[in-house]
């Protein structure tokens, strides 16, 4: 078992051998789950399937040969 104290500003600072076994480092989020009486952490690592959507398909399809001639327009301003 670990112990960690509160700050005033609420933060904790989560002791290394904890951080070390759920393989976290410095700007990772982590999960509160709500047990029976109290709470556990995890990392909070995104489901790929959650990105559904994020992007809307293009209005027409795109070529490749459109896509050729864009990246050779692009280099020739170069």
Do not use: H, W
């Not at 709500?34 to 399937?49: M, Q, S, T």
């Not at 896509?67 to 327009?73: E, F, G």
Request: net charge positive.
């Amino acid at each position: 078992m670990a112990t960690a104290t509160l700050t005033s500003k609420g933060q904790v600072t989560i002791p290394a051998d904890v951080r070390q076994r759920l393989g976290l480092e410095s700007g990772d989020r982590i999960e509160f789950i709500e047990l029976d009486g109290g709470y556990a952490i995890k990392p909070a690592i995104d489901d790929v399937r959650s990105l559904k959507g994020l992007l809307r398909k293009p209005a027409k399809p795109v070529s490749i040969e459109d896509m050729n001639a864009a990246i050779r327009a692009r280099g020739a301003g170069r």
